[in-house]
């Protein structure tokens, strides 16, 4: 089985301030991990993965995220918030091996001006 | 746009009737998913094409969901004698192989069940 856990149910943070958007995961084997990004009334865009190799994995519009097997975390970060950046953030996993996507319950990140 | 693409965007039904969502993948994806996303949760997986192959369905998939990839291209889902409780997000994704590729998502289908 797979999970994921994403603690928070709202980020505030101000705009220029760095921003992070948690996530643990639980897996029996080697995950792929992804984050999600969904604006009102829309579909899900993709930010970014962790497959293997570098731990730190850069993606879409400035988004970074670590992963830390130790603490079967991959949290995401931004070193500057935007106001633009406010929506609502997935973080997925899927076992090697299987093919469908967990997601977890999504973090809303308000940033204000 | 050559993106997944589903249809309708928003469909409002009366309970006890019969709906069809459609959705077309991104061409040269061999792989197709549907999820359903209620208000306040993360999209929870419902089935799973490769190709024509219905190769993985949730318990969440309820004898009255049915869902087809006839020639391994667009899909639909059928939802039959809909329940107030289907009211949801109906999302459409689409993937290439190999495995560790990104899921690419429609714009979803809102399903409202009067």
């Known amino acids: 089985a797979q999970s994921v856990a994403q603690p928070e149910d709202q980020v505030n943070v101000a705009e220029g301030n760095p921003l992070t958007v948690k996530c643990t995961y639980s897996v029996s084997g080697n995950p792929y991990l992804f984050w999600y990004v969904q604006y009102p009334n829309r579909g899900l865009q993709f930010l970014l993965k962790y497959i293997t190799g570098d731990n730190l994995v850069k993606g879409s519009y400035g988004f970074e995220a670590e992963f830390n097997k130790s603490q079967t975390s991959f949290h995401l970060k931004k070193p500057s918030a935007l106001v633009s950046d406010s929506a609502l953030y997935f973080c997925a996993v899927r076992l090697t091996g299987y093919s469908t996507l967990t997601f977890g319950k999504g973090t809303m990140l308000l940033v204000s001006p | 746009d050559t993106g997944v693409s589903q249809d309708p965007r928003h469909k409002i039904t009366k309970r006890g009737q019969n709906v069809t969502f459609r959705c077309d993948p991104i061409s040269e994806h061999n792989r197709l998913y549907w999820y359903r996303q209620t208000l306040g949760q993360g999209p929870e997986f419902l089935t799973y094409?490769?190709?024509?192959?219905?190769?993985?369905k949730s318990r969440l998939l309820s004898d009255r969901f049915s869902a087809e990839r006839p020639k391994g291209s667009f899909s639909t889902l059928e939802i039959q004698r809909t329940e107030q409780g289907d009211s949801a997000m109906y999302l459409c994704?689409?993937?290439?192989?190999?495995?560790?590729?990104?899921?690419?998502f429609g714009e979803g289908s809102r399903l409202t069940v009067l």
């Open positions: 094409f490769q190709n024509e192959a219905q190769l993985e």
């Open positions: 994704a689409s993937s290439p192989a190999p495995q560790g590729k990104e899921l690419f």
